[in-house]
Every structure is written in structure tokens, then in C-alpha cells.
């Protein structure tokens, strides 16, 4: 079967390319192709980066969470300042350094192109694109950075870094693996394919994958992505958790696909389980406590609703779950607080729908409060 694993760049390791490694850090887990010592290299880079940056709000602010990155050792395609595959040190900070300059260059000098050119990139246009359309009729950008530079507009402030950890763990990724990786850089890559052709490739990705393994756990999630049969994703999810009971993923995906069966308690277990394997994950925690909420067991889930929203502060699909359990207790201040900071935190980014759904609760939480203080004391 041809499943587009000839192309010129991340080949499998089977037909050719490079062993895969997925590599975790405190903040990041990477799966790439690079060398598995310099993939650790790269996600240590990548922890002293993020504290760097989140010296912006303090020394002392480090929100938990972590990112999922596929780094790819193929760059015939980055821009010119990024084709060399691997910075030694003073490369990296000279590398580092100029990025940063461009970043404030562009932000203080060219603003709403910058934000144009953000918004593109979030439309995932190739990025090079993006820039050029962003900045047509500009002249002589590398010009008007030297002059900004020399000009004394910028300045620069030396902070010492926090401790960081630079502890990591790597292990080879299997094909199937690596299959699904190549089929979700299909689906989410910059690319002149239609959606069609990503959906066609990924789909022969992912049937690759299967044909390897088929209780991978990355491949089932891939497959709920690019098939709508829910009684296939339901027996493949129970097969899944019988073979994988260590993989908090599995149960999540069981959890998901019993929404609306009647087999609550399969779905409370499944719920928890994956909540247990993955205490550090906003959306698995946030999900328990709606079931939590929706069975009413408000005891039960507004620990875990706090932890979520401690894990996720800016997510409103957390903050209207915690809020929900605290009208269940009937403390209605901190329901109302709460749901306030669902609908501030739920931007255009959101569906129009699920907006005014939380106005909505919003609405009724004041009302109800209203009410419970108009009652007349015994």
C-alpha cells in the first residue's frame, strides 16, 4: 500500500529514514526525527526558552502545563536563517537573539502588519507566505532593523534564569507511531493541499498504523478524527483499555465514545481512570468534573474542577464546570465569580453558540442567587 511514506522528508524508519524517539521534558514532550541526543538537547533548549519568557510576568510565576511538538530534522523548507539543521551554542544565542530583535523590531514598528501576519499563521499559511503577504510594498526590512537597533529605541535588560530542570526521558517511537505523526502533520502542516488530499494522505497513514498495530493508541485517536462510525470507535476504545490499561489516553477515548450510552458507571470508571493517569491534564480533569456535575456529585468534582482550572486558569470550558458545581452547593457568589470569568475568557476564537450558552448559565446563576436572598430568614 502507498501511504505517501516515500516523500522526501521524515521518511519511516522502514523504507528508509531515520528512527523516530519521543522525548519528554517537564513542559514538553517532542517527537522528531533527530538524533535522540540532540532531541534532548532541544527540548532542555526549549525549557530554558520557556522560563525565559515567563520572566515577562514575574521570577516567580511557572504555570503548570505541557506542549506537544513534532520537530522534524528535514528543513529544506524553513527560510533562510533556519536551513542549518543544528546550532552549536553560540549559534543558538546569536540565533535566539536575532529572532527576538525582529519580533520587537516588527511589534513597535509595523504592528498591524505583525498582527496580520499572526493571524495568518493561525489560519496555518505557510509561513513564509504569510510573511510576504503580510509585509508586500514594505522595503529594505533588514535596513530599517539596523537603524532601529542603532538608534537607541530598543533597550535590553539581563535577568538571571530560574533553575531549570533539564531532566528528560527518550524512548524510540514504533512505526505505527510514526505513521500517525506523518498523518497529523498532514492534517494540521502548512500546505498547499486541499482538505481532501490531507484527509486522503492521512487516511493512508493511518491505515498504515493500523495494519502495524491495531491497538495503537495514537492511531485510534487519529481514526476518530478522520471517520465518523461511532460503534467501531466504541470497540476499538474497550479493546484498547484491555490492551494498554496503563495509558490514560485509552480511557479517555472509551470515556468519550460511552457520551450519551446509558452505561454511566463504565463511563464514571473510565473517566477517573484516565484522570488518574493524567493528573496534569486541564481537559481530561475538567471532562470528570462534568461527569461529576452531571450525576450530581458535586463533592466529588469540585476538587477536581479546581484542579483544572488551577492546571488551565484562561480555559472557560473549566471555569463554567467549576461554576456549575458551586451552584449545585449552592454557594452562589463564587458561581456567579466564576462563570463571569468563563464568559470573559471565551473570545472569538469560540463558537457564537457556545458563547451565549455560558451568557445564558450566567444569567441564571444571578437570577437564582437573587432569589435565594430574597427569602425571608426563619
Not at 452505561?263 to 468534573?289: F, G, I, Y
Request: charged share 25%.
Amino acid at each position: 500500500m502507498s501511504t505517501g511514506c516515500a516523500s522526501s522528508r521524515a521518511l519511516c524508519p522502514r523504507e528508509g529514514g531515520r528512527a523516530w524517539s519521543e522525548v519528554r521534558s517537564e513542559h514538553f514532550r517532542l517527537q522528531t526525527n533527530l538524533s535522540p541526543e540532540v532531541a534532548a538537547k532541544s527540548a532542555a533548549e526549549l525549557e530554558k526558552l520557556r522560563r525565559a519568557v515567563l520572566l515577562a510576568w514575574g521570577p516567580d510565576f511557572n504555570p503548570p502545563g505541557s506542549l506537544d511538538i513534532v520537530l522534524l530534522r528535514n528543513t529544506s523548507e524553513l527560510w533562510e536563517w533556519d536551513q542549518k539543521e543544528l546550532f552549536n551554542q553560540a549559534e543558538n544565542q546569536q540565533h535566539y537573539a536575532s529572532a527576538w530583535l525582529w519580533v520587537h523590531y516588527l511589534i513597535n514598528m509595523h504592528t498591524e502588519r505583525f498582527d496580520e501576519f499572526q493571524t495568518r499563521l493561525a489560519r496555518a499559511e505557510a509561513p513564509r507566505r504569510a510573511f510576504e503577504a503580510s509585509f508586500q510594498g514594505v522595503n529594505d526590512l533588514r535596513g530599517e532593523l539596523r537603524t532601529y537597533l542603532t538608534s537607541g529605541r530598543s533597550s535590553f535588560l539581563t535577568l538571571p534564569l530560574p533553575p531549570v530542570s533539564t531532566e528528560v526521558k527518550v524512548r524510540e517511537l514504533e512505526s505505527a507511531e510514526v505513521h500517525v505523526n506523518r498523518g497529523l502533520l498532514f492534517l494540521r502542516a502548512p500546505s498547499e493541499l486541499t482538505r481532501e488530499q490531507r484527509q486522503e494522505k492521512a487516511r493512508a497513514e493511518l491505515a498504515q498504523a493500523l495494519a502495524e498495530d491495531p491497538n495503537n493508541v495514537s492511531a485510534a485517536l487519529l481514526a476518530t478524527q478522520l471517520s465518523t462510525n461511532p460503534a467501531e470507535h466504541l470497540a476499538r476504545a474497550r479493546e484498547l483499555v484491555k490492551a494498554h490499561p496503563e495509558d490514560g489516553r485509552a480511557w479517555d477515548l472509551l470515556a468519550e465514545q460511552l457520551n450519551g450510552q446509558s452505561d454511566v458507571k463504565t463511563q464514571e470508571q473510565a473517566r477517573e481512570s484516565a484522570a488518574r493517569l493524567m493528573p496534569h491534564d486541564s481537559r481530561v480533569l475538567a471532562n470528570l468534573a462534568q461527569h461529576y456535575s452531571m450525576t450530581l456529585q458535586p463533592e466529588k468534582g469540585l476538587p477536581v474542577a479546581k484542579r483544572a482550572v488551577e492546571l488551565s486558569p484562561g480555559s472557560p470550558f473549566a471555569l463554567a464546570i467549576q461554576a456549575a458545581l458551586f451552584s449545585q452547593v449552592n454557594r452562589c457568589p463564587e458561581a456567579i465569580a466564576f462563570q463571569r470569568r468563563a464568559v470573559d475568557m471565551a473570545h472569538e476564537a469560540y463558537s457564537s453558540a457556545f458563547r451565549k450558552e455560558l451568557r445564558d448559565w450566567l444569567q441564571r446563576y444571578v437570577e437564582q442567587c437573587a432569589k435565594s436572598t430574597a427569602r425571608p430568614t426563619p
